[in-house]
């Protein structure tokens, strides 16, 4: 089995263990869920392309995995998927600047003032 079905089977059973819980607080995400990527002013492609670019941002790999399923289930093209994941590769290096200017100011307080 690889990485991606295995992925799959582990969200598969841990979602089918939080409703066979009766789960309130996952039975609420659920519906918070449908409510999020029903078509609206953005339509539901639309909405799975950010969750991609999100979805790169913060390292979820079943993320990942879930919303490219759903962007290209809704018709997203290969291409509009590799944009919206360039999206996210942006959103990590721009965090990563503000850490450098953070770090930046570090310097010059500790070495003083830039000459």
Do not use: N
């Given at each position: 089995?690889?990485?991606?079905?295995?992925?799959?089977?582990?969200?598969?059973?841990?979602?089918?263990?939080?409703?066979?819980?009766?789960?309130?607080?996952?039975?609420?995400?659920?519906?918070?869920?449908?409510?999020?990527?029903?078509?609206?002013?953005?339509?539901?492609?639309?909405?799975?392309?950010?969750?991609?670019?999100?979805?790169?941002?913060?390292?979820?790999?079943?993320?990942?995995?879930?919303?490219?399923?759903?962007?290209?289930?809704?018709?997203?093209?290969?291409?509009?998927?590799?944009?919206?994941?360039?999206?996210?590769?942006?959103?990590?290096?721009?965090?990563?600047?503000?850490?450098?200017r953070f770090a930046l100011d570090v310097?010059?307080?500790?070495?003083?003032?830039?000459?």
């Amino acid at each position: 089995m690889d990485k991606l079905d295995e992925i799959s089977r582990k969200r598969k059973k841990a979602h089918q263990k939080l409703v066979s819980l009766k789960s309130k607080v996952y039975e609420s995400f659920l519906q918070m869920e449908q409510a999020a990527y029903t078509d609206g002013a953005l339509p539901k492609k639309t909405k799975e392309l950010i969750a991609i670019g999100i979805s790169i941002y913060t390292d979820c790999q079943s993320c990942m995995q879930w919303h490219i399923d759903q962007a290209a289930a809704c018709g997203a093209t290969a291409h509009e998927i590799l944009e919206a994941i360039e999206v996210g590769i942006e959103m990590g290096a721009g965090r990563v600047t503000v850490s450098a200017r953070f770090a930046l100011d570090v310097m010059e307080r500790a070495f003083g003032h830039e000459k």
